[in-house]
């Protein structure tokens, strides 16, 4: 099936750094991701739609200014999370819309734990 | 999307078949029942969905109800790597490449 990876799968970093995340679609085109946000113990959150050439769709409550997404190839998607803090720290999954012998599936990353200190 | 409704957790003796149920009495005729599992910091992964047939696939199978209002993914013979959160999902469409709404998910725990 196609697959989805997403880059880095853990990340460190200081209060008030940036952080992206990279989202690629490995042998398909995808043009439409979407950014996803898990705490401990919870379901997983649509944070976004990333659509390729186009600005995002951002769920109610999510702060675009914050988490900026560029999706500026059928393969790459890319959430930045800017002057991060600690309650932004979270699991960040991505996922894109792709096909295996099945049919049209939605495809996941395998995920990033971002933690700021 | 229909809302639905899982146990939260459930345990299930390995090589044994584990039934999870989910309950979606709202489901309209034109949505799916769609499951996905998600292992412990990994992201989620399809299982497998259904409109109203039963379905088989190599991971699982579904069983739906004749009324639609409730499902039932068997994993036949659960493995310790089966341990995961499953997540039951009704939309519309037959494309399984939208965006999904999780809901709580039920915990299934496969033990020796």
């Known amino acids: 099936g196609a697959v989805v990876s997403q880059h880095p799968s853990w990340v460190i970093c200081k209060s008030g750094t940036s952080v992206k995340i990279e989202c690629r679609s490995l042998d398909f085109q995808a043009t439409t991701m979407f950014w996803y946000r898990q705490f401990p113990k919870q379901s997983l959150m649509l944070m976004a739609t990333?659509?390729?050439?186009?600005?995002?769709?951002?769920e109610q409550g999510v702060e675009k200014d914050k988490f900026l997404i560029n999706h500026a190839s059928l393969t790459l998607s890319t959430l930045t999370v800017t002057s991060a803090h600690p309650e932004d720290s979270s699991f960040y999954i991505c996922?894109?819309?792709?096909?295996?012998?099945?049919?049209?599936?939605?495809?996941f990353g395998s995920g990033t734990q971002l933690s700021v200190l | 999307d229909a809302k639905t409704t899982q146990p939260p957790s459930m345990d299930c003796a390995e090589g044994r078949a584990a039934n999870l149920p989910c309950n979606h009495s709202?489901?309209?005729?034109?949505?799916?029942v769609y499951w996905y599992r998600q292992i412990h910091s990994q992201g989620p992964q399809y299982i497998i969905h259904?409109?109203?047939n039963n379905e088989t696939n190599e991971m699982a199978s579904l069983i739906i109800t004749e009324d639609r209002k409730s499902s039932t993914l068997i994993l036949p013979h659960a493995t310790l790597r089966d341990t995961a959160v499953y997540y039951c999902i009704v939309r519309v469409g037959a494309g399984a490449g939208n965006m999904l709404t999780f809901g709580g998910g039920t915990r299934l725990m496969v033990k020796p």
């Open positions: 990333s659509n390729e050439g186009s600005k995002a769709t951002y």
């Open positions: 259904g409109l109203k």
């Open positions: 709202t489901i309209s005729g034109n949505e799916y």
């Open positions: 996922s894109a819309r792709g096909w295996d012998r099945a049919g049209e599936k939605l495809f």
